[in-house]
């Protein structure tokens, strides 16, 4: 069964069954299919020499955020990166991160970016592997660990202002697929 009728069918069941409402019921989408939202970037804005990009391809009529390149830490650089930023606050209730993804059996990066990561480098990040089958992700906010001096070890839900999924800090090819990424 594929995401979209797989979250078509948990739709239905919950307008079913009885109104209780849990934090994680709850999910803020980033659109893929606005591809106007998303930016990619590479750390040769720093000097590095790691090459990419960011293309959205139609898959199974869904629309999918491919990250590729090649990863380099030649040069004090290692990334490679796509970048959403929100619309609005997300409530505090928010737990986590949720993504369908699928890739090349390598390890990936959420980074976070709050109203206090004022520097390019600062981001709260955590990290998921990835496999050739679509599996669906969660990372709970408290997996996300400070990256960049002078960040607090911990941050504020409703002041999180972008998402970005990351190839990085180690040289690799990067082949990673998203069909869904947001908030739950």
């Known amino acids: ?3 979209t009728k797989l979250r078509g069918l948990m739709l239905a069941i919950a307008l079913i069954l009885p109104a209780q409402t849990h934090a994680e019921d709850a999910m803020t989408e980033l659109p893929l299919s606005d591809q106007s939202r998303w930016a990619y970037f590479s750390d040769q804005v720093m000097g590095g020499v790691s090459e990419g990009r960011a293309t959205f ?3 199974e009529d869904q ?4 990250l590729t390149g090649m990863v380099s830490t030649a040069n ?3 990334f490679i ?4 930023k929100l619309d609005a ?4 209730t928010t737990q986590g991160v949720i993504l369908n993804v699928r890739g090349n059996d390598q390890t990936y990066f959420i980074h976070l970016r709050t109203t206090r990561t004022l520097l390019p480098w600062q981001f709260y990040q955590a990290s998921f592997e990835v496999s050739d089958n679509w599996e669906e ?9 400070p990256y960049g001096r002078f960040l607090r070890q911990t941050f504020d839900v409703e002041a999180i202002r ?3 999924v990351a190839a990085f800090g180690r040289d690799h090819n990067a082949d990673l697929s998203v069909r869904a990424v947001g908030f739950y």
């Open 137 to 145: 992700v969660r990372i709970p906010f408290d997996k996300f660990a």
């Open 1 to 3: 069964m594929n995401f």
């Open 162 to 164: 972008s998402l970005a």
């Open 89 to 92: 606050p997300l409530p505090a």
């Open 63 to 66: 629309t999918v955020l491919h």
């Open 76 to 78: 004090r650089g290692g």
């Open 81 to 84: 990166q796509a970048r959403s």
């Open 57 to 59: 391809e139609r898959v």
